[in-house]
């Protein structure tokens, strides 16, 4: 439904959305919408903050556009806080850089890639009074501030690439002195990665990425010009009882997926257990897949990447769309289901199922909630290449981890190996 009356909101305005004037020597564009209903119904399909939907989408439009490089700061001064994400990727054409401005133009097609056009520096305009961008490629080289003219006008006006280095884009967001961000360090930024991005920050899952084309093999991410450590992730959560497997369906591979057993309840984020289901390096949702556990619940933690869950995306990309296109989406759902129920089988433990419940129950909701800085743990064992075939060689069970709680957020400077640039 709000999809549908966004559509509807804007069709009138799609003629000529970017009517311009001069100013001097400055070209303004103005779009006579009045947007603030738009951006509002948008960021309520969310189940985050805005400000932490601005960071996480602009972000989205990094990986989108090939980066090997994305760099999250926060700058903040007495007056203003300014969120910036730069990136050295292939940059807009002519033709993105207007889409960009373009409220008509808020989603793609879904399975094209896991950002919406423009939907992090459209949605800021919620919490935010300017976004200042500037981009470059091959073809084009443009920049834009773009801020609240009148009481329902936005208007944004020509500027240079001044604080480009080479090809990429550069997004800052300044926000409102009323503007909740629940961000405020280097680590509260790493968390956000953390919980959005997770495989993007193990080392076998960006292999894997890279054997497929996603994105390039050295992907490092910089928070407040500080490296985040590239980890492996059973080490790094202290896995034990791990399981590495390949859903398949008909023979066919599926994905990649890891199970393992936390030394602690709650091992990604505060009421965040289960397995992670992920698509393109994004995590959308975590699931116990109808399973209850019991006490075990809250350690168990899974990260399953399956690319073709891009196809089935949510435009808030916290959730599956699967009315018309069930038998579709559970031929990648449901080996993952079955392949958990063994792995708890194998462990020797009998959750109690519910039965009965509507397919659109089943999945749990992924809820990000804040949590307080935790130990980090010490290595688990675990080590072996894994490629997308599902082979591994020298793979060990992780060792069970002792009772403190893992760190959930790290920061580290460059390390031999780590992919730093």
């Known amino acids: 439904m709000i999809l549908r009356d966004w559509k509807l909101a804007v069709s009138a305005y799609v003629c000529n959305p970017f009517p311009a ?35 996480i989408e602009l972000v989205a439009n990094a990986l989108d556009a090939k980066a090997d490089r994305i760099r999250v700061s926060l700058e903040t001064n007495p007056n203003q806080l300014r969120l910036v994400v730069e990136d050295n990727g292939e940059g807009m054409t002519a033709a993105q850089f207007d889409e960009y401005h373009d409220f ?10 896991i950002g919406f056009a423009g939907v992090g520096a ?3 305009f919620n919490v935010a009074d300017m976004v200042v961008t500037q981009t470059r490629g091959a073809s084009f080289s443009g920049g834009s501030k773009w801020y609240l003219h009148a009481k329902n006008h936005l208007v944004w006006e020509d500027m240079p690439t001044t604080d480009l280095r080479g090809n990429g884009t550069r997004v800052e967001v300044r926000f409102r002195p009323t503007a909740r961000v629940p961000y405020s360090s280097t680590e509260d930024i790493i968390g956000l990665l953390r919980r959005h991005y997770l495989p993007l920050l193990d080392a076998r899952f960006l292999e894997l990425y890279s054997q497929l084309g996603l994105y390039p093999a050295g992907l490092t991410f910089e928070a407040n010009g500080q490296l985040v450590r590239r980890t492996a992730l059973v080490d790094y959560m202290r896995l034990s009882d791990v399981r590495e497997f390949t859903p398949q369906h008909a023979g066919k591979r ?27 390096g994004k995590v959308i949702k975590a699931d116990l897949f109808n399973q209850f556990p019991g006490a075990l619940g809250p350690r168990l933690l899974g990260v399953v990447e399956v690319p073709g869950f891009i196809d089935f995306l949510t435009t808030n990309k916290a959730d599956f769309v699967r009315r018309g296109k069930h038998k579709e989406f559970e031929r990648l759902y449901d080996p993952v289901r079955q392949e958990f129920k063994a792995w708890l089988r194998d462990l020797g433990v009998q959750p109690a199922e519910v039965t009965g419940i509507d397919d659109a129950t089943k999945l749990v909701p992924f809820q990000l909630i804040s949590t307080q800085p935790r ?9 072996g290449k894994v490629s997308w075939t599902g082979t591994r060689k020298g ?24 992919g730093g640039q």
């Open 375 to 383: 130990s980090p743990g010490a290595s688990s064992g675990h080590s």
């Open 254 to 280: 599926l994905g990649y997926g890891i199970f393992g057993v936390a030394a602690c309840d709650y091992p990604v984020s505060g009421d965040v257990c289960g397995v992670l289901l992920c698509t393109h």
């Open 104 to 113: 008509a133009a808020g989603l793609k097609t879904r399975g094209s890639g």
């Open 395 to 418: 793979t060990q069970e992780a060792r069970r981890g002792c009772a403190r709680a893992v760190r959930v957020l790290r920061v580290s400077q460059p390390e031999e190996g780590a």
């Open 122 to 124: 459209k949605i800021s």
């Open 21 to 55: 004037r001069r100013e001097g020597t400055v070209t303004t564009h103005e779009s006579s919408v009045n947007f603030r209903n738009l951006i509002r119904d948008l960021a309520e399909m969310y189940p985050f903050e805005v400000t932490e939907v601005v960071l």
